[in-house]
C-alpha cells in the first residue's frame, strides 16, 4: 500500500521555479460541467428533499427528478452561456451518459468540450474500463483525464487510472499549480481541481446562495491573479446541471458585470488607480511636451494600472467597461496631463475595435500581448489599397498617428479597390511595426507629448483577417462579435467616433475650474474672488463644462442601451451624435477660454499649466470629428430628408 504523501512529495509553492503561461497569463481557468447517470433503483447520490417521514424510499422520485431536470434543462443553460463566452468546458461525464443521454453527449462534442471520464455511474466504484470503451465508442478516442464520482479513490485507484492510459487526475485537490503523481504505470499529473468553487460543496451542503458563491469565485480568481504575477495560477469552476443549472443559478444568468483584485467593483478599482496616477502624470507634464511624445514612465503606469484595458474584451482578460468610461476616464487624466490622456483614449479604444475584427487577428495580436499597443490614422483618403488573393496591398501616407512610437500596430484607414468596375469601400487595416515607417513631423502648437507623426507604408500586404470593413462598424454584430458578444463591440464606431475623443477637452476644462483659486490679495481694494466678473465668468465655465459632461455621458449610454437591447440607432440618431458631440468639445473648449482670461498675466507663461491646458483644448478643437460645420451639415441634410454626406454612418 502507498500512502499519497509518498506519491506526491510535499513541495512549497513559493520555492518551485515559476511556472509561466502562453501571452503572460497569470491565471489558467478551466471550466468543468459534472454529466452524470443516477440510477433511479438505487439510492440517489445527492437528495435536495428529504425523505417523507424520515425514512428513505425506492424508487426516490423526487431527487431522481431533481437530477434530471439538469440533464433536460439546466444542461442547456450551460451550453448557451458557455457559446456566448466563448469557453470550451472539461465534461467531466459517467459513461453510461453517453449511451443514456447521447443528445447532451452530442452536444458537448460538438461545442468542442474535452470528454473526462467521470466513472460509469454515479457510484463510488471505478469501471474505467467501461467507461474510456463507452467515451472512445461515443467520441472517436479515449478519455486523458480523470474525476472520480465524489473525488473518491482507494490507495490503489491511481494506478489502475496510469494502466488505463488515464494522463491527468482532478481528484487531488491538494494545489494551486499542476503536480506529478508518481504510479506504478509512470506519472500522472494532478490538475488542481476545486472544493470552494464546486456548486455542491458550496450551495448544497454549505448553503450558500448563488451571490455568495459569486463573491467568492471573484476573490478567488483575484487572489489567484495578484500572486500569478510572480508563478502562474490554476482556477477551477465545477458545476452541475441540476444545481447551478437551475433558473435561480448563478451560473447560467447573464455575466454579472466585471470585478477586479480586492473583490470590489471593476470600475472602481480601475478609477481609483486612475486617481492615484494624477500627481505623476502633472509632475511630467511638462517633460511630455519636451519629450514630443508619452515619457516611459507614464507608458509603464498605464500598463502596470491596467488602464490601457478598460475596453478589452473579458475573454481575454479586459475590463469590458461601458462604453461612456473612455470620456470619464479620459476627463479624469486630461485633468493632470492632455497629452497623456489623449495617447490613453486612442490605446483604449483602440483595444474596443480590435474586438470587432476576425478572431484570427484578435488572436494574432493578444496572444502575443495582452497590452500590445495600437496607433491609428482614420484618415481613409490617405490610404489606396487593392484587393489580391488572400487580402489587400495597400500604400500611403497617414497623418496624426498618435502614440506610434511605442506601439507595435498601426489601424491605418483607406479606399479599397475591390475591381476596376466598381467604387472603392472604406476600410481599416492593422499593419505591424514593420509594415511601415515612422516619419518624425510632430512639432505642434498643442498636445505635444501626443507624438502623433505620419507614417508611410509602400506595397504592404495585409491578409483579409486583420482588415475591417466600415460597413461592419455601423452598429450591430460584427466580425468579432461572434466571440465578444458584449454590447461593446457592437456599437456604431463612426457615429460615436467624438466621444473616443472628447473626454480629454472636457477634463482640461474640469481641470482649470476645480482648481481655479484666487489669491487672497488685494485688488484695487477688493479680493479677486470678490469681484463679480469673476464669479459671473466662473459659473459660465462651469456650466459649459457641465453640460458638455452631461451630453457626452448621455449619448454614450443611450446608445449602448440601444445596441444592448438589439437595436441600432437610426441615421439621424447617428448624426445626431456627431452633432452632439462636435458641439460638446466647442462647450469644454469655450470653458477652457472663460478659466484662460481668468488666469490674467500669470497665463502668458509657456511653461505653466494654464497656458498648456490653453493649446492642448485648441488643438483637440481642431480635430475634423470636432467640426461643429461638418457636422451640422450631416445631421441638417439627414433630418431634412437628403443623403448623407458621411458615408461612415
Known amino acids: 500500500m502507498k500512502l499519497p504523501k509518498d506519491r506526491v512529495p510535499y513541495s512549497a509553492i513559493v520555492d518551485r521555479p515559476p511556472l509561466r503561461l502562453s501571452g503572460g497569463a497569470r491565471v489558467a481557468v478551466w471550466t468543468i460541467v459534472n454529466v452524470e447517470e443516477w440510477s433511479i433503483e438505487r439510492p440517489m447520490p445527492r437528495t435536495v428533499l428529504p425523505p417523507p417521514f424520515g425514512q428513505p424510499l425506492l424508487p426516490d422520485l423526487p431527487n431522481w427528478a431533481w437530477h434530471e431536470y439538469g440533464m433536460r434543462v439546466g444542461f442547456w443553460r450551460f451550453v448557451e452561456l458557455l457559446r456566448k463566452l466563448n469557453i470550451r468546458a472539461t465534461l467531466a461525464i459517467n459513461g453510461a451518459v453517453c449511451r443514456s443521454y447521447p443528445r447532451v453527449a452530442k452536444a458537448a462534442l460538438e461545442a468542442g468540450w474535452e470528454f473526462m471520464g467521470h466513472g460509469y455511474v454515479q457510484r463510488p466504484m471505478h469501471h474505467v474500463e467501461d467507461q474510456r470503451a463507452a467515451i472512445r465508442e461515443f467520441t472517436g478516442k479515449p478519455p486523458r483525464g480523470w474525476e472520480s464520482p465524489g473525488l473518491t479513490e482507494t490507495y490503489d485507484t491511481i494506478d489502475w487510472l496510469a494502466e488505463a492510459g488515464i494522463e491527468y487526475v482532478a481528484d487531488w485537490v491538494l494545489d494551486d499549480q499542476p503536480v506529478t503523481i508518481s504510479t506504478t504505470s509512470g506519472p500522472v499529473v494532478s490538475v488542481p481541481y476545486t472544493v470552494e468553487m464546486n456548486d455542491i460543496a458550496m450551495m448544497l451542503i454549505a448553503h450558500h446562495s448563488s451571490e455568495e458563491w459569486l463573491r467568492r469565485g471573484i476573490d478567488h480568481f483575484d487572489r489567484l491573479h495578484q500572486e500569478g504575477e510572480a508563478a502562474a495560477r490554476v482556477m477551477a469552476i465545477s458545476v452541475h446541471p441540476y444545481i447551478s443549472g437551475s433558473s435561480t443559478g448563478r451560473a447560467c444568468g447573464s455575466p454579472p458585470e466585471p470585478r477586479s483584485l480586492t473583490g470590489t467593483d471593476r470600475h472602481a478599482e480601475l478609477w481609483a488607480r486612475a486617481e492615484a496616477l494624477l500627481p505623476r502624470l502633472r509632475e511630467r507634464a511638462a517633460r511630455c511636451e519636451e519629450l514630443r511624445r508619452l515619457p516611459d514612465e507614464t507608458l509603464a503606469d498605464f500598463h ?224 479677486v474672488a470678490e469681484i463679480q466678473s469673476t464669479q459671473i465668468r466662473l459659473g459660465e465655465a462651469a456650466a459649459y463644462a457641465r453640460v458638455s459632461r452631461l451630453v457626452q455621458l448621455a449619448n454614450c449610454r443611450e446608445a449602448q442601451a440601444l445596441i444592448a437591447a438589439g437595436e441600432v440607432p437610426d441615421l439621424r440618431t447617428k448624426a445626431r451624435y456627431r452633432l452632439e458631440g462636435a458641439y460638446a468639445v466647442d462647450w469644454a473648449v469655450r470653458a477652457v477660454d472663460v478659466m484662460f482670461g481668468l488666469a490674467g498675466a500669470s497665463g502668458l507663461y509657456e511653461a505653466g499649466a494654464v497656458p498648456r491646458a490653453f493649446r492642448d483644448a485648441h488643438a483637440v478643437k481642431q480635430h475634423f470629428s470636432f467640426n461643429t460645420d461638418i457636422a451640422a451639415t450631416t445631421y441638417g441634410r439627414v433630418a431634412l430628408g437628403l443623403a448623407s454626406d458621411n458615408p461612415t454612418l
Open 304 to 527: 502596470e494600472t491596467e488602464l490601457l484595458r478598460i475596453h478589452q474584451p473579458r475573454r481575454v482578460g479586459g475590463a469590458e467597461l461601458e462604453f461612456a468610461a473612455v470620456v470619464t476616464f479620459g476627463a479624469l487624466l486630461a485633468r493632470a496631463c492632455a497629452s497623456s490622456a489623449w495617447n490613453w483614449v486612442n490605446f483604449a479604444a483602440h483595444h474596443m475595435m480590435l474586438g470587432m475584427f476576425p478572431r484570427e487577428a484578435q488572436d494574432e495580436i493578444w496572444n502575443e500581448s495582452r497590452d500590445a499597443l495600437i496607433a491609428s490614422s482614420f484618415v481613409f483618403p490617405a490610404g489606396k489599397a487593392r484587393k489580391v488573393e488572400g487580402g489587400y496591398v495597400i500604400s500611403g501616407r497617414w497623418p496624426f498617428s498618435s502614440g506610434v512610437d511605442p506601439s507595435q500596430w498601426n489601424m491605418l484607414a483607406g479606399l479599397a479597390w475591390l475591381d476596376e468596375n466598381a467604387p472603392p469601400e472604406q476600410r481599416v487595416f492593422l499593419l505591424h511595426r514593420s509594415q511601415y515607417k515612422i516619419i518624425d513631423n510632430w512639432y505642434a502648437g498643442g498636445l505635444r507629448g501626443t507624438g502623433s507623426k505620419d507614417v508611410e507604408a509602400q506595397e504592404q500586404f495585409v491578409p483579409d483577417h486583420r482588415t475591417l470593413a466600415v460597413v461592419d462598424t455601423k452598429g450591430g454584430p460584427t466580425p468579432g462579435s461572434a466571440v465578444n458578444p458584449g454590447p461593446l463591440f457592437q456599437m456604431p464606431v463612426f457615429a460615436l467616433f467624438p466621444y473616443m475623443l472628447s473626454g480629454v477637452p472636457l477634463g482640461i476644462a474640469e481641470g482649470l475650474i476645480d482648481d481655479f483659486s484666487p489669491k487672497t490679495g488685494k485688488m484695487t481694494g477688493a479680493r
